[in-house]
């Protein structure tokens, strides 16, 4: 597609339920990351993937949260068990290639996730 | 660990002033800095991209420097309008580590009054 499309734009969720929150990269992406973003702060790095694999998880802040990219195009964001400090907004974003260094970033607008 | 500074965190200024915003990373050996802008409920907009080889980026009325020795960049905001005014984010990639990931500051908030 012509840019990054992240679905749903809001959630809201009771506690304790399951959520998935969708990115769709740039046609030919093949790298894709996630970040969340509390209020007033910067983005804060969740996990990347270079093709269908992730190349680096660390951000993910515990075994609550994951991620997939099954066909190294579209990534789904998994959150169990949410609590309300998981409200946040979260945001994609893709890249030609993590290979090369020389790359920005796209970013899509994001979901704000409420927990309430 | 690189981590990123801005100041200020917020910045109130009339319509047509020249403005300057710092970026400071504590890891040199990046491989490029980006600096974006967030309108409020809004996704990132890239602004500009400077690799480690280059010393300064233009885009219209931007211009982003970049000194990797010292770890500081610096986004120079020409003849400012209220259309100005949203949050400039400054990331970077790399560090000793080799990471691809960027790693944001928190933001300068810019407010240009009519």
């Known amino acids: 597609g012509a840019g990054v499309s992240q679905t749903p734009s809001n959630k809201v969720t009771e506690k304790g339920k399951y959520v998935e929150l969708r990115c769709d990269p740039i046609?030919?992406?093949?790298?894709l990351y996630w970040y969340r973003q509390s209020l007033g702060q910067g983005p804060e790095f969740l996990i990347y993937f270079q093709g269908t694999g992730a190349a680096d998880d660390s951000g993910l802040p515990n075994d609550r949260f994951f991620a997939v990219r099954p066909e190294g195009s579209v990534s789904t964001l998994k959150i169990q068990r949410t609590e309300r400090g998981d409200s946040a907004v979260y945001l994609c974003?893709?890249?030609?290639?993590?290979?090369?260094?020389?790359?920005?970033?796209?970013f899509g607008s994001g979901t704000r996730l409420t927990v309430v | 660990k690189q981590e990123v500074t801005q100041i200020p965190a917020a910045l109130s200024v009339p319509e047509g002033e020249n403005l300057v915003l710092n970026c400071s990373f504590t890891?040199?050996?990046?491989?490029?800095l980006q600096w974006f802008r967030q309108d409020p409920g809004k996704g990132l907009t890239s602004l500009l991209l400077?690799?480690?080889?280059?010393r300064e980026q233009t885009s219209g009325r931007l211009n982003a420097s970049l000194d990797k020795s010292s770890g500081r960049s610096t986004l120079y905001i020409a003849a400012s309008q209220p259309g100005d005014s949203a949050t400039y984010l400054c990331?970077?990639?790399?560090?000793?580590?080799?990471?691809?990931?960027?790693?944001f500051g928190t933001g300068t908030r810019l407010k240009v009054l009519a």
């Open positions: 400077i690799q480690s080889s280059q």
């Open positions: 890891d040199s050996a990046i491989y490029n």
């Open positions: 974003a893709s890249s030609l290639g993590l290979g090369d260094s020389n790359h920005g970033y796209t």
């Open positions: 046609s030919g992406h093949t790298a």
């Open positions: 990331a970077v990639k790399g560090g000793t580590s080799g990471t691809y990931k960027y790693i």
